[in-house]
């Protein structure tokens, strides 16, 4: 009886294969024997020497030796990189257009032309509190050359900084009127006060002292008011 095959049946062998084996070789499954048939005693099988094993360095002896490293050797993490030092010629050098100290000292302690007292005071004085700062950057600006830049730059800047600060104490005076407090000029004289004392202590160091929003009113005077001592 064939047996009953469905669409599951994947079985790729073919049914008669036993039949055709059996009339091809006989019930019995004869043919010439596929091994030598030895009927004497078992051959021993010869063992490998001693040295057999170093002889031959690709062997499976168990005495094969290998190159590693000593054992007090770190062993390389992946999560370190490795130390790079670049050479001599990549190692940054001293910045050579940076001024000695000795160099800064002098300069600060230079005399400035037209008003004949040291860069260090004509710097700092016009940031002065009060009425002091105003008059001395009118001054240095009408006396000083404009050879002079870092004076002449200071004092620009200072003259801005003050008319700004005389410009919010009217704002604050004309609030004071009508509210009739004065809690809000106070303050804010208070705080202009301590400002220009930080920016007095920072030019008096060499320290760079740039206020962003006086650029534009601090260039204007700078252009626009002609030194009488020229050289």
Not at 11 to 36: A, I
Request: glycine share 6%.
């Amino acid at each position: 009886m064939e047996t009953k095959k469905n669409k599951y049946d994947t079985n790729p062998l073919d049914p008669d294969v036993e039949r055709k084996s059996k009339e091809e070789w006989g019930q019995g499954g004869g043919g010439s024997p596929t091994t030598e048939w030895v009927q004497g005693p078992t051959r021993e099988v010869q063992l490998p020497t001693a040295d057999s094993g170093r002889k031959n360095v690709y062997s499976e002896a168990p005495t094969r030796r290998y190159d590693a490293p000593p054992l007090e050797a770190p062993y390389p993490s992946v999560f370190i990189p490795p130390a790079y030092s670049p050479p001599n010629q990549y190692q940054p050098k001293e910045n050579i257009y940076q001024p000695p100290a000795s160099a800064t000292r002098q300069s600060s302690c230079r005399s400035v032309h037209g008003i004949g007292i040291p860069e260090k005071w004509a710097v700092m004085l016009p940031y002065a509190p009060f009425f002091i700062g105003l008059v001395f950057s009118l001054v240095e600006l009408f006396i000083v050359p404009r050879k002079e830049m870092k004076v002449r730059f200071h004092a620009s800047q200072a003259l801005a900084l003050h008319i700004a600060f005389l410009a919010v104490q009217t704002f604050f005076g004309l609030i004071s009127t009508v509210t009739g407090s004065s809690a809000g000029g106070t303050i804010f004289k208070a705080c202009a006060f301590a400002f220009l004392v930080i920016s007095m202590i920072k030019v008096a160091r060499g320290d760079a002292h740039r206020l962003a929003p006086l650029a534009d009113p601090a260039q204007w005077f700078n252009e626009h008011i002609e030194p009488r001592n020229q050289r």
